[in-house]
């Protein structure tokens, strides 16, 4: 027996971002060594976001990437962060 289920538009939309969010965050806890746990239960950030908390300008933020002082995830064009890790990051290396 076969079941349908029905979803609207939004709905969809919705429960496609949840699962993304939470692949992405999983995908951040393998790339920090944290295993298969996320690394906290906060959403992964983009990189306008983690500028105005941490107060530094986008071309920081592109370098301290770069460099591989901060951890990141790219998910197609995306890049996202996890602000905890980047904190923690920051805090190993002196900067902050």
Do not use: W
């Not at 951040?28 to 996320?38: E, F, R, S």
């Not at 920081?60 to 951890?71: C, D, E």
């Amino acid at each position: 027996m076969t079941t349908l289920l029905a979803f609207s538009e939004a709905e969809l939309k919705a429960l496609l971002i949840e699962a993304a969010e939470q692949g992405a965050s999983l995908a951040l806890a393998k790339v920090n060594g944290t295993g298969d746990q996320p690394a906290s239960t906060e959403k992964p950030i983009a990189g306008k976001e983690l500028c105005a908390y941490l107060g530094i300008t986008a071309p920081t933020l592109i370098r301290y990437r770069k460099k591989g002082k901060i951890p990141s995830l790219k998910i197609g064009c995306k890049i996202l962060y996890n602000k905890d890790d980047v904190v923690k990051a920051l805090a190993n290396t002196g900067k902050r």
